[in-house]
């Protein structure tokens, strides 16, 4: 039709815009690498010397520590200060919420941390398969009507072979506007979804992103590959065909993890029966002693980490 759209060249767009966010994510591997190498090196002078307990830290003038702890100990707060030290350790941030978090869910390793990278790759492979299912819709519908297979004579012709219903219903489907089937509805809510979670994520306190980094990329990005890809692989069902997985994934997944995304930690872990496991789930952390006292010999360039200790 021209350029842009029709012979199946939108396709083509949308998979040179998912590259070339695949390549941007490539890109921050970088800094993700120097951000954890940081957050690591803080770790290491905060528990330089301290023993778990508020009164066995040092000053510089022992007068002031003794002031301080005078007021700690009067106001009865010790042991949540302790635990609130605790916290930052374990978490990089130690915030109200991280605090409810772990007190219901128990200590959570590095819940500040998040990978810039991941986040980049599985965004864009959210908003890849909402908007490429479109697009391949709208591509059909155009190609069936500009080789005239939609005229109501040939639809009428082929749908009274009894023998052929396969190809009257493919026909059919494809003749219909892409405005019209709820396959695309479903896609744009899909692309609702990852534009409300991208907000919600750049709005979000330090305390939050983490979780909300961790939903998408354990909810969202290994949950649909675990969907849609032994469909492609068991059954030859391309990920746009595969209906049952991505109405799991529009309605069920992608809304239940915008919606842990904007809670929080904190009221996540508070749900009866099922808010402490999930917690659980999304942060824990899998990580390789060995690759970590690598990294720590290696001095960080200068640069911002996404947390704060």
Not at 13 to 40: H, K, M, N, Y
Not at 127 to 147: D, M, P
Not at 169 to 183: A, D, H, Q, T
Not at 232 to 259: K, M, S
Request: aromatic content about 10%.
């Amino acid at each position: 039709r021209n350029g842009l759209f029709g012979n199946y060249t939108s396709r083509c767009w949308i998979d040179v815009l998912a590259g070339l966010g695949l390549c941007f994510g490539s890109a921050t591997l970088e800094a993700d690498r120097i951000w954890w190498i940081r957050t690591q090196q803080e770790s290491s002078q905060l528990l330089m010397g301290y023993t778990g307990r508020l009164r066995d830290a040092k000053s510089s003038k022992e007068e002031d520590k003794e002031r301080i702890f005078r007021e700690v100990v009067a106001s009865g707060m010790e042991n949540d200060v302790d635990s609130a030290i605790q916290v930052l350790l374990d978490s990089g941030v130690s915030t109200p919420m991280l605090r409810t978090a772990v007190a219901h869910a128990g200590r959570l390793k590095q819940a500040g941390y998040w990978n810039l990278s991941l986040v980049v790759v599985y965004w864009t492979s959210w908003v890849y398969v909402n908007l490429y299912c479109i697009v391949n819709r709208a591509e059909a519908h155009w190609h069936f009507t500009g080789i005239g297979q939609c005229d109501d004579n040939h639809v009428l012709r082929v749908c009274m072979d009894l023998d052929d219903a396969p190809t009257c219903s493919r026909l059919i489907n494809y003749c219909r506007s892409p405005f019209e089937v709820p396959e695309c509805s479903r896609s744009l809510l899909g692309l609702l979804w990852a534009a409300a979670w991208l907000v919600s994520f750049a709005a979000c306190s330090r305390d939050k992103r983490g979780f909300a980094a961790a939903a998408l990329v354990r909810m969202i990005g290994v949950g649909g590959l675990i969907i849609l890809f032994p469909a492609l692989v068991l059954f030859q069902v391309d990920f746009y065909d595969n209906t049952v997985g991505l109405g799991v994934l529009n309605y069920g997944i992608e809304p239940v993890a915008l919606i842990l995304s904007i809670v929080g930690p904190g009221r996540t872990s508070t749900v009866p029966l099922i808010g402490r496991l999930l917690v659980r789930l999304l942060m824990l952390r899998i990580s390789c002693k060995r690759r970590q006292q690598d990294e720590m010999k290696s001095p960080p360039t200068a640069a911002t980490p996404p947390v704060s200790a």
